[in-house]
């Protein structure tokens, strides 16, 4: 077991459940997390809550930036939430989750931009998009007032909010997409089921028929898409349940058949489908340290998925 692994508080409630996923083992897994996360510091971050960046009552937005002068290369995150739930900062958590995220990216130089979006019944494909689109209309805007770059800024989606994500990137009637440098995907169902427990919401959000929904899920998108990519780096759990792990091998497939390169990929070893965000912030660099390289290396030419100079240029 590494040393990162080993710190992860809720080591041994991941290692029983295995890629099983339900409520109660996000509660546990979150309960864990909580004491490590009300001692973190947060001096020299300057935090500002609720922004609007839309008229529906959920486009708002947190920026966490550091006080260092300069300007900083921006992340724009979006929780998860399987479509109908999820917030920037979860109520159960007290105010700790997701500001752990916003502050450790504040902490090591980037600004931290996380944003709510609309949720099922309210919203349907591609509403989800059009938000994420939203933002980045902000921060082009406005982020510079609080200290980042606006040309420099990578999308950072998990789970629901990654579907979003993925969504804004390769949604062919969306067009351009040179306003944002490069992307994170962590943990997104590329594609989304038919039936069971989610059936409602899946159907609600995408469309009723089976033929809607791969079309409209991550997976249909990439296959329809003809435009240019950014550079991409893929994640996954390493416990994240089935329906996360076999569809993105078909998104990894798809996607190196699409562009003729794979994205940047990386498993988080340890840690199932909510650990890898909580464990920002913490002792545990399982996730830290390949999220930061990749963000660093966005920033230089020599980024091996850097097909578009241009776009990694502009954060030089």
């Known amino acids: 077991m ?48 609720d922004l ?5 009552e959920r486009h708002r937005l947190d920026v966490y930036q550091p006080r260092t002068p300069g300007a900083h290369p921006v992340v724009l995150f979006f929780h998860g939430g399987g479509l109908w739930t999820g917030d920037k900062t979860l109520p159960e958590s007290g105010g700790l989750v997701y500001a752990n995220l916003g502050t450790f990216l504040a902490r090591h130089g980037f600004v ?35 200290g980042g770059d606006p040309q420099c800024l990578t999308l950072f989606g998990n ?7 993925a969504t804004y990137l390769f949604d062919q009637a969306r067009q ?52 240019e990519t950014v550079p991409l ?5 390493e416990y994240d349940p089935e329906e996360i792990e076999r569809p993105s091998v078909k998104f990894l497939s798809a996607y190196g058949e699409k562009f003729g390169m794979l994205p940047r990929f990386f498993q988080v070893p340890g840690h199932n489908h909510l650990s890898t965000v909580l464990s920002l912030g913490t002792g545990d660099e399982s996730l830290a340290d390949p999220l930061l390289a990749f963000l660093q290396s966005v920033r230089s030419p020599e980024h091996p998925a850097a097909r578009a100079l241009s776009l990694v240029e502009r954060c030089l």
Request: proline residues 9%; glycine residues 8%.
């Open 233 to 237: 780096l893929f994640m996954t759990a």
């Open 2 to 49: 590494s040393q990162s692994q080993s710190f992860t508080p809720a080591h041994d409630l991941i290692a029983r459940f295995g890629t099983t996923w339900n409520k109660g083992i996000a509660d546990a897994t979150l309960a864990a997390y909580l004491p490590v996360h009300r001692d973190q510091p947060n001096e020299n971050i300057r935090v500002t809550l």
């Open 159 to 165: 789970s629901a909010g990654g579907v979003h994500v």
């Open 176 to 227: 351009p997409r040179d306003e944002v440098a490069a992307a994170v995907l962590l943990s997104v169902p590329c594609t989304l089921p038919y039936d069971g427990p989610r059936e409602q919401v899946t159907k609600a959000y995408f469309g009723a028929q089976p033929e809607q929904i791969d079309a409209n899920a991550p997976l249909g998108l990439l296959r329809a898409y003809r435009g």
């Open 52 to 56: 609007p960046y839309g008229p529906d």
């Open 112 to 146: 931290a931009v996380l944003a709510n979006y609309r949720l099922v019944p309210h919203v349907r494909f591609p509403g989800g998009g059009e938000d994420v689109a939203r933002v980045v209309g902000w921060a082009h805007e406005h982020v510079a007032d609080y």
